[in-house]
């Protein structure tokens, strides 16, 4: 099929890094030429053009951004769950660059699945931190912590632009000292993809933690929405006798 032969021979040319047809080079975030110019370099169709792109975008070798094109995607970030270290450090011990974003700090009524994990009656009232994150000026995450507010009083007195880890300790004397976690497949939609500079549908990892102090008690929960060519999970495990 020829969007096939499309697909490999631009996924050759990104690892070579460089288009053979305009000697465009080809780095780490770099746009790709237009859609309309590729698929005359291929002559092909531009939608049998786009099929060869998506299934490089479903490989995690480029990501499309709303309304601005195909980019070459980075490396992703090494992300080992057994490691309880935030998101901030976490990027500067694979030398990139972190930046998070306030998009709102509010109380809510917890709908029933958030009610589920904080184990709380729905409706009960809980603080709802919605923040964007950033590797390398892109957005690639969309996190919102669900948090127990009788847990951490005037907690959105705090800059929660900061890492709610760094905050807790230092403010609250609690650490992070255990994490459930489950990980799935999902899309973005409207309300995440925007956020991320994403196209509706577009996948995305979804990554949900419920987060326990040192004393065991439950303290919040986060669920995140990753580009997913921007993460990998890496995780190292020893066989029990």
Request: proline share 4%; aromatic share 8%; hydrophobic share 35%.
């Amino acid at each position: 099929m020829q969007y096939l032969k499309i697909k490999q021979e631009i996924l050759l040319q990104i690892e070579l890094g460089s288009l053979f047809s305009s000697g465009q080079k080809l780095t780490s975030g770099q746009k790709l030429t237009s859609e309309r110019k590729l698929a005359e370099d291929f002559n092909t169709t531009r939608v049998t053009l786009r099929e060869a792109l998506s299934l490089l975008e479903s490989e995690g070798k480029i990501y499309r951004e709303d309304r601005r094109g195909w980019f070459i995607s980075p490396e992703p970030l090494r992300y080992d769950p057994t490691n309880t270290i935030n998101f901030h450090n976490l990027a500067l011990s694979q030398q990139r660059t972190p930046k998070t974003e306030l998009i709102s700090a509010t109380l809510v009524p917890a709908d029933n699945h958030i009610a589920q994990l904080l184990q709380v009656e729905p409706q009960t009232d809980v603080l709802r931190i919605h923040r964007i994150r950033y590797l390398d000026e892109r957005p690639v995450v969309l996190v919102t912590n669900y948090v127990l507010p009788n847990r951490f009083p005037n907690l959105l007195s705090h800059d929660l632009s900061k890492s709610l880890t760094d905050i807790y300790q230092q403010h609250y004397d609690t650490l992070y000292q255990q994490t459930h976690y489950r990980i799935r497949s999902s899309s973005l939609v409207a309300d995440t993809a925007a956020p991320l500079r994403a196209t509706s549908g577009c996948v995305a990892m979804y990554i949900e933690r419920v987060n326990y102090d040192q004393h065991g008690q439950l303290l919040d929960c986060d669920l995140e929405y990753w580009r997913h060519d921007a993460v990998t999970i890496e995780a190292q495990a020893t066989r029990q006798q």
